[in-house]
């Protein structure tokens, strides 16, 4: 399923149009992104958890020429299932 097919699915089972059906999906992404850039988890019951986790700084090898290099600590956007949606996919 990609955008295009989420915004389908959201407008036929809302009653919305397709356009406004964009704008929701749209606003969840923008409200989501704007909470992990401000530090916060994002938690929907049933669902899951939206959170930023700390990678550390690493040492790394180039596949080509072998040569050590250094990999820059960065934070990743993470999520974990809920138990309702870990349920509904079994």
Sequence with gaps: MN?????????N???LSKSDAAKAVDG???AIT??????DEVRLVGFGTFSVADRAASEGRNP???ET?????????????GKGLKDSVQ
Aim: a positive charge; glycine letters at 14%; charged letters at 20%.
């Design 64 to 66: 080509r020429t072998g």
């Design 28 to 30: 969840l992404f923008d």
């Design 34 to 39: 704007g909470a992990l850039k401000g530090g």
């Design 69 to 81: 290099i250094q990999i820059a600590a960065t934070k990743q956007p993470k999520f974990k299932a």
């Design 3 to 11: 955008k295009n097919d989420l915004v389908t699915a959201v407008s």
């Design 13 to 15: 089972s809302s009653g």
